[in-house]
């Protein structure tokens, strides 16, 4: 199963849930400035790079963790992804979450101030203090993630059983999709 | 739901002119913002047609796409994503933003501007259309090489 963890920059809220997800980070208590700075890709995201799904490990179970930074395709990104793996009969194989809810302003000044500015120096002392306030929420989230991939264990958010517009059954030859 | 929307029924030969009242889902920022793939039609070799709105980020969401489906390991003979890219794309998208405007103003005011603009460039939707069916032939033809001989 493909897991996609996605925020706005893929920088910050979306790769502490993967990290949590892939183990790299322990829930039992708070994570020290150190621990997030080694998580992969955690504040070291150039600004080309959005749109761009990153490969971030795999869990136990054989499960693949990715991240990506969608800016604000909002919610809409969750669906689009839905809605493709449905048309390719592949829903049952990728859970996307979005992090975005979970992001504080702390870290999104922290961030823009790191990323945006390059001012390391404040802005990443202001995301890491963001971050471990949010952390508690983005562990919740994970283990609310890891139970869709569980079967039986929930469906993917914005995700709703029945008919919602798009989707057919998979017909014989190429589908061809037009998008702006 | 705009110059895609158009495309899509100018690959499936619904329309052939700058004709867009009569396209369902046209102008409808319900569909645009839902995100999910819009089904539009089959074409005669049975491939089914969807269109995709994806606002403004349209570089970001296309690029992100195509990661998708490649890490989910599907082929080009499967499910090909063509981009339909006009100039005056963001006048389209602005008007869409007024359509909040009560009593019918806005959605007038999102249909004038998209007949315009689709108007205008729909040569170039023709013509990206005329290549994406180059290519469709062009899969085809690798995917089934002995249906596609002269004779066969």
Redesign the interface.
Known sequence: M?I?YHCFGGSHSSVTAAAIHLGLLSTDRLPTAEELMKVPYFDKTPGEI????R?MGQTQDGH?V?V?G????G???????????E??G?ER??VVTNTMPYVNILMMLGGYLSRRWGLTFPGRAILIWGTRLAFPALADLVRQTRLKTIPGGGENE?YPSGD?????PP?????????? | M???LV??HV?LGTINAPDFARLGGYCEMS?D???????IG??P?????????????????????H???R??G?E??????????IPG?LDIWAASKASWLPGGMGSRINRLISNYVLTREFPLIQRQVSA?TRH?TR??KE?NPCSMAPGA
């Open positions: 493909k996609i959005y749109g761009v799904i490969y693949q990715y990506l969608k800016k604000n395709l919610r809409r990104m969750n669906r689009i992804f839905i809605g493709l793996a048309l390719l592949m194989e990728i914005d919602h517009g798009g989707a057919s017909g014989c030859g190429p589908r061809v999709s037009g998008h702006n | 705009h110059h895609p495309a899509a690959y569909l913002n839902s995100g999910y793939p819009l089904e089959n074409d070799h049975g491939n089914q047609v969807y269109t995709l709105g994806l606002g403004r980020l349209i570089d970001v969401g296309s690029r992100a796409i990661d998708f489906v890490i989910l599907i080009e003979g499967e499910l090909l994503l063509q981009e339909i890219r794309e994406l469709v899969l085809r995917m």
